[in-house]
């Protein structure tokens, strides 16, 4: 079965065209989730559509911008979803920047862009060769999920890589954060030791040596109640009892280095367990 596109739509760079289909990134499916339920009968808690006390159809509900208190503008959903802006089945990559150029803190979520089965995959192949041998990436706008985001695109394997980013006016200053930090005067020494220990944990970044521990734990934690045992709890790892940031440091860097190559290996893992049994079911009432 083909994987349906999140959208399809036409990446300009002034003259050029190039037709692609884009995908999510992310894989939730991975998440553990949890239903609501109500403990004295074991049903699911469902959420109802209410106006006042009256139970209403979602075919009934239409989009309302309130001008005053109370008071609505109406709209049909379909009047929104068909709002045509030009970024609307096209984005126009208006400048490229550095990989670097862009802070880590307006990326937000990334989709994949392949070139669509009508697309031309020389065209498509030039542009991603071209800004990955620059080491650029092309800014543009989209509109997604019913509003226009800003985006970076740039090359990713044999496709490329879109990345929403947040506007600017989205992001708070830090200023009420960091505020408060003083400046303070910072030894030599400590900080010569603080690089070595630094030094000692440079390496690339290979996000297979990582994975979600608090999944891992709720999933021991349902395996556990479904096979009426004890949760098996990861050992934590001590910490150091420490005089002053120098013995801190020292001690730190008289640890193996294997014993913090990553988050992984910080942690054990559970012990293997046998195949969880299906629990009964429960009669409602």
């Excluded at 894989?27 to 106006?51: C, N, S, W």
């Excluded at 150029?101 to 192949?125: C, E, H, N, R």
């Excluded at 400590?190 to 944990?201: P, T, V």
Aim: aromatic share 8%.
């Amino acid at each position: 079965m083909a994987i349906r596109p999140y959208w399809s739509g036409t990446i300009r760079v002034s003259l050029v065209s190039l037709t692609v289909d884009m995908f999510t990134a992310i894989d939730a499916g991975q998440k553990i989730a949890f239903h609501q339920i109500y403990k004295p009968t074991g049903e699911r808690v469902r959420q109802k559509l209410v106006a006042g006390e009256v139970e209403v159809d979602r075919a009934d509900i239409v989009k309302g911008y309130e001008v005053e208190k109370g008071e609505y503008v109406l709209f049909e959903p379909d009047e929104i979803k068909e709002l045509k802006i030009p970024s609307s089945k096209a984005m126009e990559l208006v400048r490229f920047v550095p990989y670097d150029a862009v802070d880590a803190i307006y990326f937000d979520t990334p989709y994949y862009l392949a070139p669509s089965g009508k697309g031309d995959l020389a065209t498509f192949s030039v542009i991603r060769d071209s800004m990955r041998e620059m080491k650029v990436m092309g800014l543009g706008q989209i509109v997604i999920s019913g509003s226009e985001r800003l985006c970076a695109v740039k090359p990713c394997g044999p496709g490329l890589l879109l990345e929403t980013l947040h506007y600017a006016d989205e992001i708070k200053k830090s200023g009420y954060v960091f505020g408060d930090i003083k400046t303070v005067a910072v030894d030599g020494d400590e900080k010569d030791l603080a690089k070595q220990l630094i030094k000692r944990k440079v390496g690339e970044f290979q996000p297979e040596e990582f994975h979600d521990r608090y999944s891992d734990a709720l999933r021991e934690l349902v395996d556990s109640r479904l096979e009426n045992r004890e949760p098996v709890v990861p050992e934590e790892r001590p910490a150091a009892k420490v005089v002053n940031l120098m013995d801190a440091l020292r001690a730190s860097l008289k640890e193996p280095a294997a014993a913090n190559d990553s988050a992984d290996k910080q942690t054990p893992k559970p012990a293997a367990k046998p195949k969880a049994k299906s629990a009964p079911a429960r009669k409602a009432g």
